[in-house]
């Protein structure tokens, strides 16, 4: 019967005896060495133990490498913390007035008086309002350059706009006091006699102001925001584009259902990165702005200064309280910048929670 066992003749004593190929186990498909110490035991393949894992393997280095980097940098983070906060302490101290909510910058001054209010307000202004100019473009030129332009244009016109991020701060800002100020001032006269009734659009003089430093810095930010969303736009699934298209949508139509939600996470960082960049240029805006302290909405007078621009013009001739009152304003920026990254990751990450749920 089929369940009977196959008998053979043994060499020895003309008995029989089980075939061997019926003595092994379901799955074990070849013999294996005898282990030691029980020689007449025969070994089974396919049903041993897992090699033991080195002491010292390269895995394991290689977490330990990562591990020591991730630590290395909250490590660098937590000392520019502590050097920041150590050598501001002082001239806080020294400070007679709000160091909030004080509009002017007089810490050379015996008894100082100082405060961060206006410079922090241009600092935010300056970087939303060139974010609100370099946004809209950046995302147009990365669409078209991803999903419209033939291959070789958009490789040629990608490069030329990477290459504006090579490109000194120092440069674009001589460019903008020397040459850009006066089609600004230009602008800011058309805008003041057209929408001047809408607050940010006041009256002059006009020079040197916050829509200037604006504009520049929206042409710094630009090449980044474009060159990040480019290569997030062209990660897109094929299959749901051409689905898209399959259902009789048009390349539009394509593109904003399929396209831009995919890429959501990947623009939003692309944005936050360049808020940053935009929250810590330095000598653009030392050069463009009037640097003046002054809380005003008005974005066409001259005027307006920022964290980054003051500790720029100021330090060269400061005292020690002077110098603490900048490091002071120069932990309030890096607290501003801490928030701002830890808000992009946490959109970042709730982003791809909803995403990953809903598939």
Do not use: C
């Not at 990562?66 to 520019?80: D, P, Q, S």
């Not at 473009?137 to 706009?161: D, E, K, M, T």
């Not at 904003?256 to 990947?266: E, Q, S």
């Not at 240029?281 to 003051?310: K, M, P």
């Amino acid at each position: 019967m089929g369940d009977t066992p196959h008998r053979s003749a043994h060499a020895g004593t003309g008995g029989t005896r089980v075939a061997t190929s019926h003595e092994w186990p379901a799955g074990a498909s070849a013999r294996v060495a005898e282990p030691s110490g029980n020689p007449g035991t025969p070994g089974l393949g396919g049903g041993g133990a897992l090699p033991r894992a080195k002491a010292f393997g390269a895995e394991r280095a290689f977490r330990g490498l990562t591990l020591a980097a991730g630590t290395f940098v909250l490590v660098v983070i937590a000392a520019i913390a502590i050097f920041l906060i150590a050598k501001a302490v002082p001239a806080l101290q020294a400070n007679t007035e709000s160091f909030w909510t004080f509009e002017g910058w007089f810490p050379n001054d015996n008894p100082p008086k100082f405060g961060i209010g206006a410079l922090a307000f241009g600092t935010v202004l300056t970087a939303l309002l060139a974010l609100l100019i370099a946004v809209p473009v950046a995302l147009g030129i990365a669409l078209y350059l991803s999903h419209y332009a033939p291959r070789r244009l958009g490789n040629a016109l990608g490069f030329l706009i990477d290459l504006l991020a090579a490109v000194p701060s120092v440069v674009f800002g001589l460019w903008g006091r020397d040459y850009f100020a006066q089609p600004v001032a230009d602008l800011s006269a058309w805008l003041n006699k057209y929408f001047g009734w809408i607050p940010i659009f006041g009256e002059g003089p006009y020079g040197n102001s916050i829509l200037l430093g604006s504009v520049v810095l929206a042409i710094m930010v630009l090449p980044i925001v474009t060159s990040l969303s480019r290569e997030v736009f062209r990660q897109t699934p094929t299959a749901n584009e051409e689905a898209a298209l399959a259902l009789g949508a048009t390349r539009w139509e394509m593109v904003r259902t399929a396209v831009l939600p995919y890429g959501r996470p990947g623009v939003i960082a692309a944005v936050m990165l360049g808020l940053g960049r935009a929250l810590g240029e330095t000598i653009a805006l030392a050069l463009t702005l009037g640097s003046t302290y002054a809380i005003s909405f008005n974005v066409l007078q001259s005027g307006g200064n920022t964290i980054a621009a003051n500790i720029a013009n100021r330090f060269a001739e400061a005292n020690d309280t002077g110098r603490g009152a900048l490091i002071a304003s120069g932990l309030v920026l890096f607290a501003i910048t801490l928030i701002v990254n830890i808000t992009a990751r946490a959109i970042i990450y709730r982003r791809r929670e909803f995403t990953e749920s809903a598939a």
